[in-house]
Nanobody, 115 residues
Framework: QVQLMESGGGLVQAGGSLRLSCVAS????????MAWYRQTPGNERNFVAR???????DYTDSVKGRFSISRDIAMKTSYLQMNSLKPEDTAVYYC?????????WGQGTQVTVSS
């Protein structure tokens, strides 16, 4: 019902910036939350940032002060602005939304930070 398309990943040097985008399509009226997660090979998918319908944001400690999540008013697009990137930020980043009490995941976009 809801599909997510992520973009913006790539290779960047340490200290650089990237902006990830997530565009939702389909029955987007049911989306009531947006978030970003990341995963490295052999590890669990970990929470990075989220934004609530009321605009409240939350971040995992390791990205506070460096990453910023935002969204459009329609809850159709979310962004993850990543500044001061570190090699340990290297991962596949996944957009996620909550829609009709279900979690929908994007396909993931690779972020690689070189040292």
């Amino acid at each position: 019902q809801v599909q997510l398309m992520e973009s913006g990943g790539g290779l960047v040097q340490a200290g650089g910036s990237l902006r990830l985008s997530c565009v939702a399509s389909g029955n987007t009226a049911g989306i009531n939350g947006m978030a970003w997660y990341r995963q490295t090979p052999g590890n669990e998918r970990n929470f990075v940032a989220r934004i609530t319908p009321g605009g409240h944001t939350d971040y995992t400690d390791s990205v506070k002060g460096r990453f910023s999540i935002s969204r459009d008013i329609a809850m159709k697009t979310s962004y993850l602005q990543m500044n001061s990137l570190k090699p340990e930020d290297t991962a596949v980043y996944y957009c996620a939304v909550t829609a009709f009490s279900r979690v929908v995941w994007g396909q993931g976009t690779q972020v690689t930070v070189s040292s």
